[in-house]
């Protein structure tokens, strides 16, 4: 079956299955749509009112996160919840960096655990925004220790929505708009790069009266268009729930060719099939297509010159050849090694499709009163292919113009083209059994009770990649024509076949909670969960996870039950053990090879095996341990509201490389317990709701929070040194060793300048005092902060006047720090910024920030540290809604958004978010290859039937 008929077949079958449904459900002690999210939250495996939670908990309901127009709903959370850091990317299809409470872990990943509808993955990529209803943000320990071995990086419960109401809803929400770069980088022009270029040359190569002026950014770029549809129709009866939304999103992003498109179909049903049992069911299918194209295009663009055109009078591309006029020419010298962006993604022929299938099926049967039995089976099936055709050929010749003049042969060794196919597949699934208990007893005790097995399996990963050679150009590469019948040219055409089955991780899990609560005031909450995985060998496979909290509802002692400022006042405070199982995989590492070959004499040489790696037979997950404390309140009719959190997280057996001991007879650094890293912050959220008269209301709320990140202690000095933020010239700009304790993870190391020479060149601290400075003493770099942000805070505000809402939210960061890293790659003719090439050091202006001209692989300094502080604006709506406007339907809403309007911000490249896969060591906090953050203009409309 073709994909796009998979695709319509699941559409008629969740369509038929949603509408053939007949009844409504009693109530019941979850969540549910008529919950107020204020009122309750979800703390897994069941709900507590808010009231009598003993944890640390945000809630947000789906109104305050669908007003932000993004593809992914992660990124929409960002600024809401305090302690939640939330590092966005407007690539399309790329998934947001969400940091709770710190980063505590340098190999082991930084995303939260998402639980949605009871399944546990990876990110909500695959989920529309419009059909959540709310999220819950667990962040301390005594809240996560539920979650067992996955819960160290915190745990976000999102739940979609269901039917309600006897009356069938249909609703339709859609929207289009316009993107465009929120900032730019002004490069210098032509003229002004050839002045630039030749002082630093101290000759005259480049004439200062170009004929061509590129803006590279331009050629590469155009105004991206984006739209999304969603319709959903949801209503119940006498024993049924019922649920189906379908959605497509659809952009095309300002980098000229790259494209994205998701597809959703959602149904989430509902059914009372007896007195006290109900059935529930949940099933989505998100179908992707992308036509990715290289990041890099951004940094070539940014270096490459601008006098060369981006195709020459010829016809041929545009190349970094310059002629004896000095002027770019195709038949002229080579002055730098920057590619011609535009050619880069004219050549990049890349598609890539997938599906992602979730669904679960759930029951729930009362056996007594106040014990109900629950069960749930969740699954998740991913299938993935792409491929990626290169015209070597093509490419070879646009290098070169005179290759084409000269009509210079193709060499006959390499391939004209190369295919590259991948295809892979996993397949996830959860089983959850619990029983809950209720009981309140002598009108004074309140006690529920939960008790559960959970058995998890993460299918590893099947992948198959295949190359081919010398293909038969075909516009359509997922199906090949013309090739690999005969199997001789099969055999003559293929490059590389391989085959991966990635280890499959199963988890068993015991769980347990009691929360007691006295006479409406004095709160206890007490949770233990024993998990065991696969992950782990044998003796280390099992942990436990205690927690407790307490709490004490102050307002409803005798000297505040009846005071008329304080409303509600809750002091709170828990300890929990956390731990984190997404741990690179620890294998006893047998190496095999002519070096451990064996001679028995008589010229009789047997194949040697050893163990060439350090192998700790210890090896288990990080442990985290966590304390806080905090205070809820609201007060002046439950118009001001808020809440402040004290935490200390601690992370005692961080997973780094150590280094084996010379006289080991091992040669290859593996896996141990050796940091302890530490978090501690303090978060505040306060707010303010009112309603005026019958036709204004508003409101106000902000969240802050801080965070101090350092990593305490190595246990062995002998930790294999962690170098990153490479920036392709042979340096790097971050470094985690033992000579990091003490330092934020994450943190740059360079060297600093110290001023200039006489011919103004950098010159840089003698740290050690050696007398070397510069690239002559390694030693001389020192660290100089990290790109996680020391605070982080938003602001969002509410406005309603009669059919008229507006609102608005922001957010920013301070205490972060980013290298410019494309700024640091003018190695030899590359283009400069316009604020370098029209002021820098000569002898008679000795006082420039910046140096004198060079031409050379510059160090990695804090020339090009900046500071990450920010604040933007998110979004700001303006709305208008018309109530029954016409008959059979109830509201018509038309609006009009503007995202990412304004940003303040220090770094003077694209944007100082900058996202990378995870491990802090890599590129992240360094803008290389990066993809700008975006302003957007949208106007939708919503319609209710």
């Not at 990626?388 to 005179?402: E, G, H, R």
């Not at 529920?448 to 081919?468: D, K, P």
């Not at 400075?773 to 902060?785: H, P, V």
């Not at 400069?832 to 692989?857: C, D, L, M, Q, R």
Request: proline share 4%; charged share 20%; aromatic share 12%.
């Amino acid at each position: 079956m073709k994909q796009s008929d998979l695709k319509y077949s699941c559409l008629i079958a969740v369509l038929y299955f949603g509408m053939n449904v007949n009844a409504q459900v009693t109530p019941q002690d979850t969540i549910t749509q008529e919950t107020k999210i204020n009122e309750v939250v979800l703390i897994g495996y069941g709900a507590r009112k808010k009231i009598d939670n003993t944890t640390s908990i945000s809630s947000l309901n789906a109104e305050e996160v669908t007003k932000t127009k993004v593809l992914n709903a992660t990124q929409a959370i960002q600024g809401k919840a305090a302690g939640v850091t939330v590092v966005a990317s407007d690539l399309p299809g790329s998934t947001p960096s969400v940091i709770i409470r710190g980063l505590g872990t340098a190999l082991s990943g930084r995303n939260p655990l998402y639980v949605v509808d009871g399944m546990f993955v990876d990110n909500i990529n695959n989920i529309n925004s419009n059909d959540i209803l709310s999220y819950d943000i667990l962040k301390d320990a005594s809240a996560l220790a539920i979650y067992g071995n996955r819960a160290a990086n915190g745990v976000i419960i999102v739940t979609t929505k269901s039917g309600r109401g006897k009356k069938i809803t249909v609703e339709y929400d859609g929207f289009t708009g316009a993107r465009m770069p929120l900032k730019k980088v002004k490069m210098a022009g032509s003229n002004l790069f050839s002045y630039y270029t030749n002082t630093a040359l101290g000759t005259t190569k480049f004439s200062q009266d170009q004929p061509v002026n590129t803006d590279w950014f331009d050629a590469i770029t155009r105004t991206g268009t984006y739209n999304q549809h969603n319709l959903s129709l949801s209503g119940a009866s006498d024993n049924a729930k019922y649920f189906l939304s379908l959605s497509n999103y659809d952009e095309k992003s300002i980098l000229n060719g790259s494209d994205f498109n998701r597809a959703t179909v959602r149904t989430n049903n509902e059914f009372k099939i007896t007195k006290g049992i109900i059935v529930s069911q949940t099933f989505s299918v998100a179908f992707n297509n992308t036509t990715p194209k290289p990041l890099s295009a951004f940094t070539a663009a940014y270096k490459q010159s601008p006098i060369i055109p981006v195709y020459f009078p010829n016809g041929l591309y545009g190349v970094s050849f310059v002629g004896a006029d000095g002027f770019a020419s195709p038949t002229g010298s080579s002055f730098n090694n920057v590619g011609n962006p535009v050619a880069q993604l004219n050549f990049n022929n890349e598609r890539q499709k997938s599906v992602l299938m979730q669904g679960g099926i759930k029951l729930d049967m009362d056996i007594i009163k106040g014990l109900k039995f629950t069960s749930q089976f969740n699954g998740e099936y991913y299938n993935f292919k792409s491929y990626n055709f290169v015209d070597s050929k093509a490419i070879w010749l646009a290098a070169d113009p005179t290759r084409v003049l000269n009509n210079t042969p193709y060499p006959a060794s390499d391939p004209t083209n190369l295919l590259t196919n991948e295809k892979k597949d996993y397949f996830n699934w959860i089983l959850s059994n619990y029983i809950t208990y209720n009981k309140k007893f002598g009108q004074i005790h309140d006690l529920e009770a939960t008790i559960g097995m959970e058995v998890s399996e993460r299918s590893g990963e099947n992948v198959i990649i295949s190359q081919r050679k010398n293909m038969i150009a075909n516009s359509d590469y997922w199906d090949i024509y013309g090739t690999g019948s005969d199997p001789l040219n099969y055999l003559d055409q293929l490059v590389k076949y391989n085959s991966i089955n990635y280890n499959n991780n199963r988890t068993n899990s015991y769980f347990a909670r009691a929360q007691y609560k006295l006479m409406n005031r004095y709160l206890v909450s007490a949770t233990i969960r024993r998990d065991g995985s696969s992950q782990f060998s044998e003796g280390n496979k099992w942990g436990n996870f205690p927690a407790f909290g307490v709490g004490w509802v102050i307002s409803e002692e005798d000297f505040l039950k009846d005071n008329s400022v304080i409303n509600s006042l809750k002091l709170r405070g828990g300890w929990g053990k956390l731990g984190n199982q997404n741990v690179p995989l620890n294998i006893l590492p047998f190496a095999t090879g002519g070096d451990y070959n064996y001679n028995f004499g008589s010229g009789s040489i047997a194949n040697g095996t050893t163990i060439d790696k350090i192998n700790d037979p210890n090896l288990s997950w990080e442990i985290t341990e966590e304390s806080n404390i905090g205070l809820d309140y609201e007060m002046l009719n439950n118009r001001l509201k808020g809440s402040i959190d004290v935490y200390n997280r601690v992370t005692k057996n961080v997973i780094l490389d150590q280094v084996p001991l010379m006289t080991s007879g091992i040669s290859l650094a593996g896996l141990s317990h050796l940091g302890e890293v530490t978090n501690k912050g303090i978060e505040v959220n306060l707010g303010w709701d009112d309603k005026i008269n019958e036709n204004w209301s508003y409101s106000i709320n902000g969240n802050y929070s801080f965070n101090k990140n350092n990593l305490n202690k190595l246990a062995n000095a002998n930790v294999n040194d962690i170098r990153g933020g490479g920036l392709g010239n042979g340096q790097y700009t971050k470094l985690l060793s033992e000579i990091a304790v003490g330092q934020p993870l994450g943190s740059f190391w360079l060297w600093e300048v110290a001023g200039k020479d006489a011919n103004g060149n950098f010159t840089y601290v003698d740290t050690d005092g050696d007398g070397k400075t510069g690239a002559n003493d390694l030693d001389d770099r020192k660290f100089m902060g990290s790109y996680i942000p020391k605070s982080t805070f938003g602001i969002n505000i509410g406005l309603k006047y009669k059919n008229v809402d507006f609102s608005a939210n922001g957010y920013g960061t301070l205490g972060a720090k980013v290298y410019n890293g494309k700024k640091a790659q003018r190695f030899s003719g590359e283009n400069v910024e316009y604020n370098i090439a029209n002021n820098f050091w000569t002898p008679g202006n000795t006082g420039s920030e910046n140096p004198a001209p060079f031409n050379a692989v510059p160090l990695a300094s804090d020339y090009y540290l900046e500071s990450g502080d920010f604040f933007r604006i998110n979004n700001i709506t303006l709305g208008y809604t018309l109530t029954k406007p016409i008959e059979y339907l109830s509201s018509l809403r038309l609006y009009i958004s503007a995202i990412n309007p304004v940003v303040f911000q220090k770094f003077s490249g694209y944007s100082p978010e900058l996202n990378a896969d995870g491990n802090p060591y890599n590129l992240t906090g360094v803008e290389l290859d990066a993809y700008p953050t975006l302003r957007s203009f949208v106007f939708g409309v919503n319609i209710k039937f």
